[in-house]
């Protein structure tokens, strides 16, 4: 009942990054995916080449996680061309930094539309669709449980309303054999943290594994949440930085 073999899944924010990362691994392990993306299509239909050759089945669909009824419709969609949904991967995130008093109503709100509200929304249209072995799987990131500097107040805030949510969830949907999990990336080498920037040499040396964070890194986790391995695991966070905040 758990196996990802054959299961449906969908990605938030999949076309690159920790996203296409997750929706390739899931796939490798057997699952059929949907993913949406908000402005590059050609990345979006690179992932499901990738996943076609892989013999499984992908869909790509431009869906900004700050429209509610495009994200809706997304779910539908999935559960409409696969059959059913068992996986939604919230991971479509903005990260907008800078100081408090910088921040204008409009990088607050988006923030938390697209971060917070996008994946109630996306839970709640995936619960519809969801049976026994259902997972919610939402990615959040290590400064939901420490900040590491100054210009990250609404971009932790975000992530921390994630943990809260996901407690929530597992007591909702728990009975109903559903799990809702966070998983927290610390630094991971991507267009949004390249492992070359400019702060990665810092970030790098106050990590206690010395090393940048890898796309792989969260989507095996993933993977393994959403799998077998995930079964008893609800209404909780999971950290995977490389003990940056340890
Ligand atoms: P990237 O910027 O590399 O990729 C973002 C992905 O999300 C792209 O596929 C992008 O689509 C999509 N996306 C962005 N905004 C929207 C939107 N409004 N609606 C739908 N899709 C959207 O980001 P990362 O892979 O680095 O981040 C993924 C998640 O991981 C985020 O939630 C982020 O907060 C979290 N995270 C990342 C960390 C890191 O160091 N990288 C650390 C901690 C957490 P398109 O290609 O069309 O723009």
Redesign the pocket.
């Known amino acids: 009942m758990d196996a990802i073999e054959g299961r449906t899944a969908l990605v938030?924010?999949?076309?690159?990054?920790?996203?296409?990362?997750i929706a390739l691994t899931l796939a490798r392990e057997g699952a059929n995916v949907v993913?949406?993306?908000?402005?590059?299509?050609s990345?979006?239909a690179d992932v499901v080449a990738q996943i076609e050759a892989l013999g499984r089945r992908a869909v790509a669909i431009?869906?900004?996680?700050?429209?509610p009824a495009?994200?809706t419709a997304a779910v539908d969609a999935a559960a409409a061309t696969f059959g059913g949904l068992d996986i939604l991967v919230?991971?479509?995130?903005?990260?907008v930094l800078g100081p408090l008093e910088k921040m204008t109503l409009a990088d607050i709100d988006?923030t938390f539309?697209?971060?917070v509200r996008?994946t109630i929304v996306a839970t709640q249209a995936a619960v519809r669709h969801m049976t026994s072995g259902g997972r919610i799987i939402t990615?959040?990131?290590?400064?939901a449980d420490r900040v590491p500097g100054p210009g990250g107040s609404i971009?932790a805030a975000s992530?921390s309303a994630l943990a809260g949510l996901t407690r929530g969830l597992a007591h909702e949907f728990g009975p109903r054999g559903i799990t809702a999990v966070v998983v927290?990336?610390?630094?991971?080498?991507?267009?949004?943290?390249p492992a070359h920037g400019p702060h990665a040499e810092q970030t790098i040396a106050r990590t206690p594994l010395r090393r940048y964070?890898q796309?792989d890194d969260?989507a095996k986790m993933v993977a393994f949440l959403a799998g077998p391995g995930g079964r008893h695991v609800t209404g909780t966070t999971i950290t995977l930085?490389g003990g940056f905040n340890a």
Do not use: F, H, W
Request: no cysteine.
């Open positions: 938030t924010g999949a076309s690159r990054g920790i996203g296409a990362a993913l949406t993306y908000a402005s590059t299509t990345r979006a431009q869906a900004d996680s700050g429209d495009a994200v919230n991971n479509a995130g903005v990260v988006r539309t697209v971060n996008a990615i959040g990131s290590n400064v971009y992530k927290q990336p610390g630094p991971t080498d991507t267009d949004a943290n964070g796309v969260i930085d």
